[in-house]
């Protein structure tokens, strides 16, 4: 009998303790609850794809992609193809790229723009550009024939121009394997249909600045004062004039001399 009271017991205490612990927590609901409450994590679909130049990404032949993703972008002056501040990352990666692929004979540099202007201006700034990123290397001892820069404007659209991040998105520079071991990657159009500049060495770029330089005129020579000078003034001697219409008088023949009366004939007659 004893026993059956000590287990009857020992099954009631976690119970009172249960039934206490939940009078408790009832009680103190009526004081407010500090927890905070759960978030929904956003779903995939609607998060921001990342752009497509992030993140970076080795390269290979055998991937069979032409595109070199590398981390960062390159940003312009607004309607220039100057080269900002803070594209020197990317450039520099981009720089190194090369150095480790020597088989990449040949890369295309792609300048894409929005479509704030008019076609033809939008790809001919893309061409500047992407020439600027191109001098930017041959600046660096790249040689200039491994490099081709086009332009395709807003012809390539990354997201929609009506918004300003679609606009930042289409603003861009793209970088791709053209050509691989002197072969075109793929059998490729190595230009694949762009507006082509001409990527030209550091002397030649040096030797066309010089020549579209405008020439200084030449120097003029300084004034000196002389102070008072005499300085003899030469003066023709008078023409007498006596003719018609002031015209200057000609000597006259000699006269011939008429024979005497009654003497002998001149001298040789017969």
């Known amino acids: 009998m004893d026993s059956k009271r000590k287990q009857a017991g020992r099954t009631a205490l976690p119970f009172a303790v249960a039934v206490a612990l939940a009078v408790a927590a009832q009680a103190g609901q009526g004081c407010g609850d500090n927890r905070l409450p759960p978030r929904d994590l956003p779903r995939a679909d609607d998060q921001r794809p990342l752009p497509r130049w992030y993140p970076e990404r080795a390269w290979s032949e055998q991937g069979g992609e032409s595109q070199v993703y590398i981390e960062g972008k390159i940003v312009f002056d607004t309607s220039k193809a100057v080269i900002r501040p803070g594209s020197e990352k990317t450039l520099e990666t981009l720089l190194q790229f090369l150095k480790e692929h020597p088989e990449v004979t040949r890369l295309r540099i792609e300048g894409h723009t929005d479509a704030q202007s008019s076609e033809e201006r939008n790809q001919e700034l893309s061409a500047r550009r992407a020439l600027a990123v191109a001098d930017w290397l041959v600046d660096r001892e790249v040689e200039n024939l491994r490099l081709i820069a086009v332009g395709f404007g807003e012809s390539r659209p990354l997201g929609p121009n009506e918004i300003a991040a679609g606009r930042s998105e289409n603003r861009r520079v793209e ?61 023709k001697p008078p023409v007498e004039t006596g003719g018609p219409e002031g015209e200057p008088l000609k000597p006259s023949a000699p006269a011939k001399e008429a024979p005497a009366k009654g003497g002998a004939p001149p001298a040789g007659g017969g």
Do not use: C, M, W
Not at 179 to 203: C, H, I, K
Not at 208 to 217: E, G, I
């Open 175 to 235: 970088f791709h394997v053209a050509e691989v071991n002197g072969r075109p990657f793929q059998g490729q159009d190595p230009y694949a249909g762009g507006l082509a500049l001409e990527v030209l060495s550091l002397e030649e770029r040096k030797l066309r600045a010089a020549q579209a330089a405008p020439k200084a005129p030449p120097p003029r020579k300084a004034f000196v004062a002389t102070g008072d000078e005499i300085k003899p003034v030469p003066v």
